[in-house]
């Protein structure tokens, strides 16, 4: 069954400090992920897909087929970083989320 | 462009009554979508609609729960009757085709008492 797990639900760091949030799925296929975020009282909103290879406010994640991960990285998390955080998996139309880490960014 | 719109923001009923949770999506938009948010299963997919028809419903909880679209820019989520475990946030996403961003809606807070 195609499924995502986000194993830590909370995930606390100080300011500066690097950030690895977690997504680990399953799929028969070739997968499409995504990151989406959401921000304190605000939507929320696509951060990154891996087919786009980019860098958004400095979080990265790569795509590791044989480990089936899509883990997000940060190498210096700033305190605006805080939010909730979904890894989703493309499944024909419609998206499979996770169930979300929250990322508390210390001063 | 105000993005996704829902309505309300905000609904405490009691347990029994009839909840309509209202969104219209984004003007061009082929694909609707309707998720809870809860915060021991996290973001779940209930049902989404493609031009206006519905695709997967396998996502709905029970019969308590419907959906319909009855036009490109107009969408109703209905819980009838309402039970405090139903107690969530409800979400609409639009996008432009399958596979692309979703847009989300700033979410609906209902609370059944």
């Known amino acids: 069954a195609q499924r995502v797990t986000q194993p830590e639900k909370l995930l606390s760091v100080f300011k500066g400090a690097p950030v690895e949030l977690k997504c680990n799925y399953s799929y028969s296929g070739s997968p499409e992920l995504f990151w989406y975020v959401q921000y304190s009282r605000q939507r929320l909103q696509l951060l990154l897909r891996?087919?786009s290879r980019e860098s958004i406010k400095g979080f990265t994640a790569d795509l590791n087929k044989g480990e089936t991960s899509f883990h997000l990285k940060k190498p210096f998390a700033q305190e605006e970083d805080s939010a909730m955080y979904y890894c989703?998996?493309?499944?024909?139309?419609?998206?499979?989320f996770g169930t979300g880490t929250r990322l508390q960014v210390f001063p | 462009d105000a993005g996704v719109i829902q309505s309300p923001r905000h609904e405490v009923t009691e347990m029994g009554q009839e909840v309509t949770l209202r969104c219209k999506p984004i003007s061009g938009h082929d694909y609707l979508f309707w998720y809870r948010q809860t915060m021991m299963r996290g973001l779940e997919l209930l049902i989404y609609f493609n031009n206006n028809v519905p695709i997967d419903d396998s996502g709905m909880p029970e019969d308590r729960f419907s959906a319909k679209m009855p036009n490109a820019s107009f969408s109703t989520l209905k819980i009838q009757p309402s039970e405090p475990r139903d107690s969530a946030v409800y979400f609409c996403?639009?996008?432009?085709?399958?596979?692309?961003?979703?847009?989300f809606g700033p979410g609906t807070r209902l609370t059944v008492t």
């Open positions: 996403a639009s996008s432009f085709s399958a596979g692309v961003e979703q847009y």
């Open positions: 989703a998996l493309l499944n024909t139309d419609k998206l499979i």
């Open positions: 891996h087919i």
